[in-house]
């Protein structure tokens, strides 16, 4: 079997010759491959449908059998040219004519392949379809495995929202039909715990076009979890040794440009704001208000190192073909924090830093993950030099914790390296979460110092991290980890209670009066249905622990505890008190 990344690329060909089959208007732009799959972007006269995407597999199909080769050749790019025009493919000609210009597709980081044959380009053929294409592929398309069709979206032409939208079909490819199987069914237990999906079921958010796509509304349940995350964080922090801040929703649009922001990230805010003849943006990160607190009085060596953090909501500018229920969103809170430091506190508070992120991960139960050392990006400010210090320093604080991690080169961000995080759910899935960047720039930008001993000013290192990321994106994954059914600590309703008819109400409600007390969050169901009907809507909102209360328990001192596993079992008030309230105190 030919390599897998090979052999799914050239199932992008098999699906572009397919559509020219069923389509022969249809102009090509690029299919590369990505993670398990590939896709293909067309312009075509009419909108495809998913009815559309089992038609093109049957074509699939009826071509892999035919055995067809995957013929290369090599050409001048003026003949190249040539031949596309003669095949009225516009989108080729276009990167043609960047490769004759430029010598590469990838003038203005294009996310297309980079072609640096002099004056000669390579060009496959399968079956109808021609293709500039570096290759390499499959012999024959009797090597090609299983594959799917799935989803169809719009994309683009380059990237570039001033240009066409063309239509994007992905697939999936294995290579053989039990891995293609397996990787389906993961799917659909991934649309069963897709959080869109259980953030209605368990009337958690709601995202209202009303108001605006990408700012999500907090229903009570999603509001009392948020808080449940927040109270949390806020008193795991004070025990780490940060102090709380609190800063403003908008600020003058200067202390983006002296940080660096306006530059390298204006594509992701929103339009300057006119107040009073003076233009402020809607914040979209917290640094330079942090700063701006530093240098209200003058700082000692003895004041450092200083770390404060901040439950922040940040406003950035996604475009609408990205947002995606909370983990894509256009306003978010971030735990935000900075700290400032000496040179000689560096390598400790990196590692600090570090574990204490790897704790707060692994309490809402994430076991696995990825770490990544982002290395420096082509477009920084600063000197090489400083950058140089700021990368050592994160690599060895990895290394003295003893973590595998990986070089993600120029993934850092334009101020300095970073290391980030990546956790893995239930499914196998990675989601970034940790950042932590180190940065000897914003300091020199803003002109920040402290005295050191002796009586000299300096500038201090800023550490910017976030632990959790945003809040908005990371209730997205707990609930697509643990399928919606969250952990008792973390339920928003932890305990409910069903009283069986009216007699029992009182009851019912004195019992869930005395949980509260004992902090625990208990609902009383007085509604007028059926006790079925109760532990059925109980059973769906996924709540930890339900209480039917009928003569039996109102007049005696036992419960009938149901469990999320369909175990039922008669206990004491004293012990289910005693069982809840441990798995709250070790926050299972």
Known sequence: MANIEVMRHSTSHLMAAAILE???????????????GFYYDLDLSRNLTPEDLPKIEKKMLSLKKKDLKFEKSEMPVDKALKLFKSLDQPYKIELLKDIKKYGTTEKNKLQVTSYKLQDRVTIYKLGKFTDLCRGPHVASTKEIGAFKLFKIAGAYWRGDEKNKMLQRIYGVAFAGKKELDEFIARQEEARE??????????DLFSINEEIG??????????????????????????KNGYEMVRTPHIGNINLWKTSGHWDFYRKNMYAPIDIEG?????KPMNCPF?????????????DLPIRWAELATVYRFERSGVLHGLTRVRGFTQDDAHTFCTPEQLA????KTVKFGIKLLRTFGFQYYEICLATRP???????????RATFALEQALKKLKLA??????????YGPKIDIKIKDNLGRSWQCTTVQVDFNMPERFDMSYIDNKGRKVRPIMIHRALLGSLERFVGVLLEHYGGALPVWLSPTQVYIAPVGKAHRRPSEKLAQELAELGIRAEVDILNETISYKVRKAEKQKIPFILVIGDKEAKGKTLNVRMRDNIVKRMTKKKFIGIISKEIDNKK
């Open 22 to 36: 069923l389509f022969p208007e249809a102009k090509f732009g690029i299919g590369p491959t990505i993670e398990n």
């Open 193 to 202: 715990r897709d959080h869109r999906k259980l953030g209605k079921e368990l």
């Open 213 to 238: 796509a990408g700012l999500p509304l907090w229903h009570p349940r999603g509001a009392m979890l948020r808080q449940i995350i927040e109270d949390f964080w806020q008193d795991e922090h004070l």
């Open 278 to 282: 003076q233009k402020y943006l809607l």
């Open 290 to 302: 942090h700063i701006k607190i530093y240098q209200t009085k003058i700082r000692s060596w003895r």
């Open 348 to 351: 400790s508070e990196i590692e």
């Open 378 to 388: 082509k477009k920084y400010v600063g000197t090489i030099k400083s950058w140089a």
């Open 405 to 414: 991690y990986e070089i993600d080169k120029e993934g850092g961000v334009f």
